[in-house]
């Protein structure tokens, strides 16, 4: 079972690996964002951009919109592409094939985290050369990639059913698109709508918690969702009720 997770989260690897080393089909987008993100923002934030509880919430924000363009061509993509139907006569079991492209998403959104981290540590050390090596502090890595694995986990979850409905890899990147930008603009949103006096009430709660416990409740919080959304994607995924048209 392990195995056969591991042959389709390759297969995915091997797809996008693809598109990397072709420059008009990504890999020059992927290299604009890494400058962009690895490189521009640590400069202008400085060392706050290790430290910053606020970049607990930037990178799975940012992670799972970059995993959502991978996820929403897991099925979709294949139907496109005419391919589907193959993947699905192959030995490979149903749960295979959709953990296969779930592993592989979430680990695109870790190593997408994981680059743009060491290239800002990488820049910031050359810029404040002499102040020594400039790294964030080992739980701040902890509470950074648990957030992110399991935001990743969330929104490929979502992915799977939106990529297995969608007859274009477009109208799964659309629909997904509308969902990152509800979970983006919503927060926003409600704190917007909250008087002052709730700002201030909501702000000194969270300053109490410390970050140790929002991290906590927020890792609980999309691990029960990733749970929920893998388990129904499962109970979803069945070859004679997929469509291949």
């Not at 987008?29 to 970049?55: D, E, H, K």
């Not at 139907?85 to 592989?104: F, M, N, P, Q, Y």
């Amino acid at each position: 079972m392990i195995g056969d997770i591991l042959t389709v989260a390759w297969k995915e690897w091997l797809e996008f690996r693809d598109q990397l080393l072709r420059l008009r089909r990504g890999g020059l987008s992927a290299l604009v964002v890494l400058v962009m993100l690895g490189i521009f923002t640590p400069i202008q934030m400085g060392p706050l951009w290790l430290t910053s509880p606020l970049m607990l919430g930037y990178w799975p924000l940012l992670s799972s919109g970059m995993v959502s363009t991978l996820i929403a061509d897991a099925f979709a993509g294949e139907r496109e592409r005419h391919t589907l139907e193959t993947l699905l006569a192959s030995r490979l079991s149903d749960r295979a094939i959709l953990l296969g492209k779930l592993v592989a998403a979430m680990l695109y959104g870790l190593v997408f985290t994981l680059a743009n981290v060491v290239v800002g540590v990488v820049t910031l050390t050359i810029v404040h050369w002499g102040e020594g090596l400039q790294a964030p502090a080992p739980s701040h890595v902890l509470y950074l990639f648990s957030l992110v694995t399991l935001a990743c986990s969330t929104l490929a979850g979502i992915g799977v059913f939106i990529s297995l409905k969608a007859s274009t890899v477009r109208q799964a990147q659309q629909t997904l698109g509308i969902i990152m930008m509800v979970l983006f603009i919503g927060p926003v949103l409600f704190i917007q709508l909250l008087d002052g006096d709730a700002r201030v009430s909501l702000a000194a709660r969270l300053t109490t918690m410390g970050t140790g416990r929002i991290v906590a409740w927020a890792c609980a919080t999309l691990a029960l969702l990733s749970a929920i959304l893998i388990a129904m994607g499962m109970a979803r995924f069945r070859r004679g009720k997929l469509s291949l048209d």
